[in-house]
């Protein structure tokens, strides 16, 4: 016989168990990886008065029992609650750096404008391609499985503190550079922390062309505007933006 809702009853186990005990009779219980409830204590003792052919289980008349039913609820809770604060503790975890360029759809670079601290993108011409800012890209390992191919990444300014980050600025989320002083806090960051900020989710399209979402605002992107826009900064702004750039060639130098 089996029996399963959040947890499950029968008289064999399977391999795949978060926990089991052999009962009297020749019974084993069984609890599932599924959300724990004292619902699956009043399940199992429902399913024992099934197999008792209906004539009822008394568990006053047998304490020893009723005590082992409940000590397996509260030792289920306690491992869950484990499992829980663990995941909570998932870091996205740096793997490697390599060094590389950005240029968007019309070839433009980014430049570091150093009076007003933004990325402006650029068309450079000649010997003018020394303004073109070379960036330091760390990648991440994923803290939980993801569906997406994309990669976290963060990105720095070579030869400074200066990191991309995307924080909100009047409800709207927006492009900002940061001084990182401690660049150690930057090798494992928790999910749920406000580090995240600095983190982008580059997703390839092509040979060398990537997106790069923020990893805090998600389905917001790296975007740079048409060049007859005359608009130089680089921002975020969400897919399918009319008039935004957010493919861009990502040249790695190393």
């Known amino acids: 016989m089996e029996f399963e ?22 019974l084993d219980v069984e609890i599932s990886h599924h959300p724990i409830t004292l619902r699956c ?22 304490e020893s029992l009723l005590n082992f039913l409940l000590e397996s609820a509260v030792e ?7 499992r ?3 995941s909570s503790r998932a870091a996205f975890s740096s793997k490697g750096e390599y060094e590389c360029s950005v240029t968007d759809s019309e070839n433009k ?3 570091l404008n150093e009076g007003s601290m933004e990325l402006h993108a650029m068309m450079l011409q000649g010997g003018s391609s020394y303004h073109k800012v070379h960036l330091n890209l ?16 963060a990105l720095g300014i070579k030869g400074s503190n200066l990191y991309l980050s995307c924080i909100t600025s009047e409800g709207t989320p927006t492009l900002h550079l940061e001084e990182v002083a401690d660049k150690e806090q930057l090798k494992s960051i928790n999910h749920e922390s406000d580090m995240v900020r600095f ?20 389905n917001w992107f790296i975007s740079t505007a048409l060049q007859q826009d005359n608009t130089k900064m680089v921002n975020m702004c969400q897919s399918a933006t009319p008039n935004r750039f957010t493919t861009f060639t990502v040249q790695r130098h190393n």
């Not at 499950?8 to 009779?25: D, E, G, I, Y």
């Not at 760390?138 to 990444?153: G, L």
């Open 5 to 26: 809702s959040n947890c499950s009853l029968m008289k064999n186990t399977s391999a795949s168990v978060a926990w089991s005990s052999k009962l009297p009779q020749g």
């Open 41 to 62: 204590v009043a399940n199992l003792i429902i399913a024992m008065e099934r197999l008792n052919g209906g004539k009822g289980f008394a568990l006053g008349r047998d």
């Open 76 to 82: 289920v809770l306690e491992l869950e609650s484990e």
């Open 84 to 86: 829980t604060e663990a």
């Open 109 to 111: 670079c980014w430049v």
């Open 138 to 153: 760390s990648t991440y390992i994923t803290p939980v499985p993801s569906e997406t191919k994309a990669r976290p990444v």
């Open 199 to 218: 983190l982008f989710y580059k997703q390839d399209t092509g040979v060398d062309i990537s997106t790069l979402e923020s990893a805090h605002y998600r």
